[in-house]
């Protein structure tokens, strides 16, 4: 098109193109546009291309929604998301487009490439165009639009559906016109300025991204569906939805927490539970053993034994297999003296074993277990350990206390701890590496 | 010492000591530091200690004593763990109440956090559940979870102010903490006791 290569040069940005309903205008906004469009087709053919193309293609099939009455994007909306609508509408076209260029004619198969670019822009626009109501008869939709230009430059600037609602006014079901009126709009888009490049680069890089591969149109179409094959880049995961934002939050969220519970779960002993909430008993437990463990740690080293032996005794009249006791009251005072004097024999390490295991076994059976089970120790009947003693002959100068499994109530009764040489053997085959100290009666 | 404490976590040596180490517990810097620092104390604390066998006295000194490892442990970890600072911030401000370390496990009018002394504070459980505790099945799952996180928050020092995520974090920070300072515990009393 010769007049349009013409005029092409002497066309500045449309802020005088106010009056200029016509083909002329119609020009100047198509260099405008080529302008723009420079880095990425050129320029005269292209266009040829795409206009035959629009005008051969049935305008009548897309349904133009009244604009005042249809509210596609909420107001409530983010511009953000608006974009994003926007852009499902471009993909959707660009599917659409492309589908009717295929089927339409081959088109130029030189140019073709470029041509789809321009031309799915083009039609992106004309959808967004006709989906915004562009209600009443052609002619007086073009009215609106030099006025649009003029004062589209302020409403460029405020939002993007603004803009387009205001200057995308015409319905124009004939081509001719409704391609100008896509140019107009599009070149009001253009005229705002900042915002401008911006839209026509966030209206060219989805485009560009869904011209990726042929393989992209057929994504494009189903652009709500494909997230599901995009695991990783979730930041858009669900289109359209007013709880995007909160659900992606919501989902990040319970996925650092997941995480940390299976941190805990390393750290916790007896970690086999899969449920959440007996996972958080089991760190609960834990924490409070522990803190326990340093209570009675810090009783023991004060010799305050005196205190605890009491409280031992007092669980001797337990019944069921184990019940703990002082073991002897002697040793105990032996080290009541404090941490100065006594010489460090095993035989009151063992004591003060027992005296928190038994301590320990006054609040919970079970943290009972598990401190014995992190030092390495378990609970066996004292029969056994008799039999094992004296099968092993490692006893040192320490006796071995016995413990009637059925437990008779005598207070002399004590823990027979025993050392096992690996963690996972069974009492019976483990040897008494030490003594385990004891009391008679 | 601080050596014997490296090589009890190292190596296997049943025969040296009783208390067996795990095989995932090595000597951190973390633990080193309390380790240096809790015996530091004990010492002063021995020094200072008058040698009082009356029970009460006793049960005093031990809570002292359960302080100053907590303090021990806060101040090695530093500011960088909420806990810490959680358990810095209580403990200050216990001491100004009470100007000397030792006057402050004597007096009784303290008010000790939670997670320091099993007190009875056991209102704030009660507070937050709305439903009836009438049975284990009604209540659905949100109320289980609220209820556990909640004594979690109690448990774990400066727990009240955090959110979930956070809290998960510090709990995991805070156990292997607890059971170093055990740890040290434990061979500092079999070393000395």
Redesign the interface.
Known sequence: MQPCSREMQGINPLSNSSSQIPLSGHHQIQNSQMHHFDPSSSHDDFLDQMLSNLLSSSWLDLNPKPFWDDTPPPPSHAAAENVAFQYDDQASLASKFRNHQISSDGGNPSTKSSTTTAALMLQAQHQLLMSRGLAGAGDSGLLPMPLSLGGGGDVDRSRNDVVDGSSFKSPNPGGERSVQALYNGFAGSLHGGGQVPNQTQQFLHPQGQNLGGSSGVATTQTPASSTPAQPRQRVRARRGQATDPHSIAERL?RE??AE??K??QE??PNANKTD??SM??E??D???F??L???V????????A??VAPLVADMASEAGAVAAAVAGGDCVQA?AS???T?P?T?N???A??EHQVAKLMEEDMGSAMQYLQ????CLMPISLATAISTATCHSRSHLVNNHNQKGPSSPSMSVLTV?S?T?GNGAAESSV??GVSVSKP | MILDLCSSSRAHTPNMTPIIPTANNPASATKLRFARRFLRSLSKMSKTRPSCPSSICVKKRSEGLKMAAYWCMARSVGSRRAWSRAILMKLSRGRQQHPHHHNFSMKRKIRRPTWLGKTKKKQKKKRNITCSSSSYDDEDEEEIMKRQTEKLREVVPGGKLMDICSLLEETAHFVTCLADQVHVMQTIAHRYS
């Open positions: 969220r650092k927490i940390r519970m941190a805990l750290l916790v959440k909430a958080l008993d760190i609960i834990y924490v409070k522990l803190q463990q340093v209570k740690l810090s009783m023991s080293r004060l010799g305050g005196a205190a080290t404090g941490n100065q006594p460090s095993s009151d390490t063992i003060m074993t992190g030092k390495g120790l050392q040489a963690a590496k030490e």
